[in-house]
């Protein structure tokens, strides 16, 4: 089965960081990549700011367009950063991995996803 290990947090804590502290977060990142890459296809995105974020919301009415806006402009301080997503054979496994990128700036959420087709790729 297919999990999301969705990575939540405040924007610019981590860029606030001492480099070494920078460093330590990112080794964690480092070493879930490898052992994922290991083990087969992943897919891993990383968000930028909320700031660079367009909303697309919809019609206020039949006929007329979306209405687009600058946003999002959700009243919390915790942002959807990034994710990691790859086929484990259970849950318990997709904890073992989520856990090499656990740290005290950022919360994790582990859960089951369906696959709804397409592709993406860097190169």
Do not use: C
Not at 35 to 43: I, P, Q, Y
Not at 60 to 78: C, N, Q, R, V
Not at 96 to 106: H, N, R, V
């Amino acid at each position: 089965m297919i999990y999301a290990i969705t990575i939540y947090g405040e924007a610019g804590v981590f860029e606030a960081l001492p480099k070494d502290r920078q460093d330590e977060v990112m080794s964690g990142h480092g070493a879930l990549q490898t052992a994922l890459k290991e083990r087969g296809e992943f897919v891993s995105m990383k968000l930028m700011p909320p700031t660079s974020a367009v909303m697309v919301e919809p019609a206020t009415s039949e006929g007329k367009p979306p209405l687009i806006t600058d946003g999002p402009f959700a009243d919390t301080k915790e942002n959807f950063l990034g994710f990691y997503a790859a086929d484990f054979n259970d849950l318990d496994e997709a904890l073992t991995y989520a856990k090499l990128i656990s740290s005290p700036i950022a919360r994790l959420e582990v859960r089951p996803v369906a696959w709804a087709g397409g592709a993406i790729s860097s190169e």
